[in-house]
């Protein structure tokens, strides 16, 4: 079984802090996205990456940014939050065109 | 025009009914597609992909229409678990490995 793993369920910031989110992935794929989920908007994607150091942005990746330096690890970060970005964040991982698996999901409050 | 839609319901049926969703999708060279599940305040998870054929895993039925551009999923003899948001999920043919997500249809299955 595919296992992604998120650092944190909850997590609670405050306005202007830089924060980290993690994700760990054991199956070797070499894809991973960031996506935040939020009511009536569904799932929205920040960022994703195809290999190692490498990165896309995705639909929504104002004030985020994300870093890929080993395959099984991505990270996002918040470079100086805002009580917008209070949300649900889950990271997924896939390889090629098989179904995407996801993380448990970080409950992330800015203050 | 939104790449996936979906009805976001609520679909409220009462347990042991059928109950049928559809999803449309804008990008003709789409090439994967899947149904997601997704529990109150948990991450989605695969529900089934969808093959050109059709595909049928117990009480649920899965098709494609390439003509029409949809997706449907059949749930039979539906049971209080069935309750959750269904997500429309396609691999269209841009960027890398990119799945855009539907905002998800709604359903609760009442005793």
């Known amino acids: 079984d595919v296992k992604v793993t998120q650092s944190s369920r909850y997590l609670v910031k405050r306005t202007g802090e830089k924060v980290f989110l993690e994700c760990v992935q054991d199956m070797d794929h070499e894809n991973m996205f960031w996506y935040r989920q939020d009511p009536g908007l569904g799932l929205r994607l920040i960022y994703f990456s195809y290999d190692v150091k490498m990165k896309e942005k995705g639909d929504i990746p104002e004030g985020y940014s994300v870093s890929r330096e080993k395959k099984e690890r991505f990270s996002l970060i918040l470079e100086s939050a805002s009580t917008n970005q209070t949300s649900m964040y889950l990271c997924?991982?896939?390889?090629?065109?098989?179904?995407?698996?996801f993380g448990d999901g970080t409950r992330l409050s800015i203050l | 025009r939104k790449e996936v839609e979906q009805d976001p319901g609520p679909f409220n049926v009462p347990e042991g009914a059928t109950v049928a969703f559809n999803c449309t999708y804008s990008n003709s060279a789409s090439q994967s597609f899947f149904w997601y599940r997704q529990d109150c305040r948990k991450e989605p998870k695969l529900l089934m992909s969808v093959y050109s054929s059709g595909n049928e895993d117990g009480r649920f039925t899965a098709q494609l229409n390439r003509a029409s551009q949809y997706i449907s999923l059949l749930i039979r003899d539906s049971k209080l678990s069935d309750s959750a948001t269904y997500l429309c999920v396609v691999n269209t043919n841009q960027g890398a490995q990119k799945l855009v997500f539907g905002q998800g249809t709604r359903l609760t299955i009442n005793p």
């Open positions: 997924a991982s896939r390889f090629a065109r098989q179904p995407q698996h």
